[in-house]
């Protein structure tokens, strides 16, 4: 079950993602009234390419995923919550 939650993270789909995404900063805002939304994502971009790393040296050999793809898929979905916040 941990495998499997941990796959769902690296694997965002967008709009969803995105909608998540925007809760858990409003949460982090809450606790760091001064920061602003780059600094939100630049901690949690570290976090989730820690993560990433994880979870795909856990994959089996056969199932490959490539990590420059999902990484993109996280920058495109970061972009999209920016739009939503601002700068």
Do not use: C, H
């Not at 001064?34 to 979870?55: F, P, R, W």
């Amino acid at each position: 079950m941990q495998f499997l939650r941990s796959l769902t993270l690296v694997v965002p789909i967008s709009g969803v993602a995105t909608a998540f995404e925007y809760n858990d900063y409003t949460e982090w805002q809450e606790e760091n009234q001064q920061g602003t939304v780059d600094q939100y994502i630049q901690e949690t971009v570290e976090t989730t390419k820690l993560a990433i790393d994880e979870v795909l040296d856990k994959l089996p050999a056969w199932l490959s995923i490539d990590r420059d793809e999902l990484i993109g898929q996280m920058e495109t979905m970061f972009a999209q919550m920016r739009s939503l916040v601002g700068d």
